[in-house]
């Protein structure tokens, strides 16, 4: 039968031979099926680094280096952030509230120009936030009236509750003083006028950034850097959903909320505010836009009830704010402290 169907000049040959004339449509049959599996299968995709597992995956990110500037100009803005002359009265700087020897605010609820009898914008004005990392959120001040530093810069001299002045008049003021326009020639190679004012206090503000927070050190790889607590509080930080809001560099600062979903936060104030930075945040009591939660722990527990409908245990609280306290980071090598009240 085998002699029949085999060709001729394969009969009376090995049985190796029959066997691999017999097998081939077998071998066949295999390559089509692999060709077909292979046509289903997906392709093997490199995963991208950002969503590898570990810190990668964090919704938080560290705070990068300050900027690279030109030392001339953030030089020049440093000594006009500190200058009293951006004020009517020459009293008041921007340091005045916004101390970057300290958490870059201040340790009062609110912050009004000394000796200034005019009016502030907001009555009762709003708690001070911190200059540090200001730079790094999307919107400036409680309602995010500000897209750029500059912006907010201008509306803090022209404010009748604070500097009470303008720009202009600035100009005139510093362009009297032969080493202040020095400094300016040397910057932009002309004397004082608004677009370098603004631009020299910005270049500086874009300087104040606090890296190497605890928190951060742990994201780039250093397990060590946090307590068993810690990474306990980081867990419930994001289980209970305070990550929706406060997340990205700045840990918030990049989107608008309404304050109080739940129930009632504070008594007074706008009620959509823009998410505040949690950066420092163990440095800048009292919380709050009105400035009434006077520690980490009444503020805790009064943002999970007011914004989670949640109700925490005195362990829970303890868990949360020691995670919090690692995100305070430093400026110019030294830690971010707080500011007397």
Not at 104 to 117: L, Y
Not at 123 to 143: G, I, K, Y
Not at 309 to 331: C, E, H, I, M, P
Request: with cysteine; charged share 20%; aromatic share 6%.
């Amino acid at each position: 039968m085998i002699d029949e169907i085999m060709p001729s000049r394969w009969r009376g040959r090995s049985t190796v031979r029959l066997l691999i004339w017999l097998s081939i449509p077998t071998l066949l049959a295999v390559a089509i099926v692999a060709d077909i599996l292979a046509a289903q299968t997906p392709p093997v995709l490199e995963v991208p680094p950002q969503i590898r597992g570990g810190a990668d995956q964090e919704p938080i990110t560290p705070i990068p280096p300050p900027p690279a500037v030109d030392p001339r100009k953030r030089a020049l803005g440093e000594r006009l952030y500190n200058d009293v002359r951006l004020s009517a009265k020459g009293n008041f700087a921007c340091a005045s509230c916004h101390d970057i020897s300290t958490n870059g605010a201040s340790g009062r609820a609110a912050s009004k120009s000394p000796g200034n009898d005019a009016p502030a914008n907001r009555n009762p004005p709003l708690n001070t936030l911190s200059v540090f990392n200001a730079a790094l959120s999307f919107r400036l001040d409680w309602e995010g009236r500000h897209r750029t530093l500059a912006s907010q810069a201008e509306a803090s001299i022209e404010n009748p509750g604070s500097m009470d002045s303008d720009v202009a008049t600035v100009a005139s003021k510093l362009a009297a003083d032969p080493d202040m326009a020095g400094q300016f020639f040397a910057a932009y190679g002309r004397g004082p006028d608004r677009d370098d004012i603004l631009d020299a206090l910005t270049t500086f503000e874009r300087t104040l950034l606090t890296p190497g927070s605890r928190f951060d050190r742990w994201l780039g790889g250093d397990a060590a850097a946090l307590s068993a607590d810690e990474l306990e509080g980081y867990r419930l930080f994001k289980s209970f959903g305070c990550s929706s809001c406060h997340q990205g560099v700045n840990v918030g600062g990049n989107l608008f909320q309404r304050q109080g979903v739940f129930r009632q936060l504070v008594a007074t104030g706008p009620k959509v505010v823009r998410v505040p930075s949690l950066r420092n945040v163990a440095t800048t009591s009292p919380y709050f836009h009105d400035g009434s939660a006077a520690t980490l722990e009444d503020a805790v527990s009064r943002m999970a009830a007011a914004q989670l409908d949640r109700t925490l245990t005195d362990q829970q609280v303890g868990l949360l704010v020691a995670f919090l306290k690692t995100l305070t980071g430093n400026y110019r090598g030294s830690p971010v402290v707080g500011a007397a009240p």
